[in-house]
């Protein structure tokens, strides 16, 4: 018996071919190498940034505490970050279901570092036939020099980025003088470590691999986009029976569409991929093609746009922008844009009435209850969190016991700014005024006090028999 041949023979398990894109200059080229400007500059520029004597955004998992400009957000502030992805997943589903692969296209890291890497190798090999030509030639002194400066170049990119995303995590100026003096941390080491090499190898030697095979936001991108979402597409209306003319052939009268089978839409293309076979999971969406191709078309005297954006309505009803948008406000889109409008107002409201004193008390396990000279004892340690960015001090009572005191000697209590503190304290409740209370566990509430604000926390108080 003959074993049909599985459907994913030869296209998962084949070793992948290498890809020399072609470089291209043209209107979609300009906002992508702005966009590697800006990306660049926000990502590399934020660590530096000092927002009241200490950096403006700071993830610091040693302190559990993470800094991002104003806010000071603890593990207790977990429900804002939940609400954080929550509302960045909606953007994404909204982004998607609207414009399609833009954010591949011009702004993920893998696209935005892979131009960067691109652009070291065609700086140091040559162009696409350059580039063929060494690859294909035996290996000689002049193929070492430019190979070595290639991956030296890359190399030194890659040490950079990690140290600007471990500077995320650890004061940057403090972590670039560890590093230029050799005394790194085993933790900081490891992770600028992986982190360059997770950026060498995925922008240098993945590219277009890692978005076929890795990224799962390609894989359930085609359950979001409809035949409304903005697409990059061939116009085969217009561009079919392709063939090669010259420009002063009457191309209608010989039955031709205006596609001249130049190839130059596939030479340029990061993917590899030929967008005149329709719409494909592959395409990241950069526009190369359509800069391409608008220039072919330039040079034909045919009008701009046999590849362009579109949608997959537009395309087949060759409607213009003016029809696409009509379509714009379909329901997934109401639904999508109505969810996130109420998850961020939500979360702006919840960050703008974010208390800055939070408490808990915790018993103190070890004893149930005690009896002193001064009465019937219960041990706790109380968890004060300054949130504020500047000094407090705090009072503490309870109430829900009548007749029961608070003692410690820390307080009142001085709290740096974003800083935690810990204070044990004992709750008593005289002997004359116990005899009156029934025997059992009884809710009492400590009420911590600033200046400015206060906070309670539930305990329980015990009362043995
Ligand atoms: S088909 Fe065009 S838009 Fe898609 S990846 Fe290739 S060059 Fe970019
Ligand atoms: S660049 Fe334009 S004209 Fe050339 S092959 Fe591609 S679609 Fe045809």
Partial sequence: MVTPPSPCAGVLYDKPVKIYPRAVRGRFDRWRRLMVGVTQLVFLGLPWLTWNGRPAILFDLEARRFYVFGWVLWPQDLIYLVGLLVAAALALFLFTAVAGRLWCGYACPQTVYTEIFLAIERWTEGERQARMRLDAAPWSLAKLARKSAKHGLWAALALLTSLSFVGYFTPVRDLLHKALTLDLGPWETFWVAFYAVATYGNAGWLREQLCKTMCPYARFQSALIDNDSLIIAYDPQRGEPRGARSRRMDARGA?????????????????????????????????????????????????????????????????????????????????????????????????????????????????????????????????????????????????????????????????????????????????????????????????????????????RFLLPH
Avoid at 269 to 274: L, N, Q, Y
């Fill in 255 to 459: 039955g031709l569409g205006d596609c001249v089978d130049c190839t130059l839409c596939v030479q340029v293309c990061p993917a590899g991929i030929d967008i005149r076979n329709g719409l494909q999971n592959e395409c990241i969406g950069c526009a190369a093609c359509i800069d391409a191709c608008d220039t072919v078309m330039d040079k034909m005297g045919y009008g701009r746009g046999l590849i362009r954006y579109t949608t997959a309505r537009g395309l087949g009803l060759g409607s213009g922008w003016r029809g696409m948008l009509q379509h714009l406000w379909r329901p997934r889109v109401v639904v999508y844009a109505a969810l996130l409008a109420g998850v961020l107002a939500t979360l702006v409201v919840a960050l703008a009435q974010r208390p800055g004193l939070a408490v808990d008390a915790l018993r103190d396990r070890g004893t149930l209850a005690s009896l002193s000279a001064d009465g019937v004892e219960n041990t706790y340690q109380l968890l004060i969190t300054n949130r504020t960015e500047t000094p407090q001090r705090y009072t503490v009572q309870v109430v829900g016991l009548p007749g029961v005191r608070v003692h410690s000697t820390d307080l009142p209590l001085e709290v740096p700014p974003a800083s935690q503190v810990r204070v044990p304290v004992r709750l008593v409740l005289p002997h004359a005024l116990a005899a009156n209370v029934a025997a059992g566990s009884h809710g009492v509430s400590f009420v911590v006090r600033s200046a400015s604000e206060q906070a309670q926390a539930q305990a």
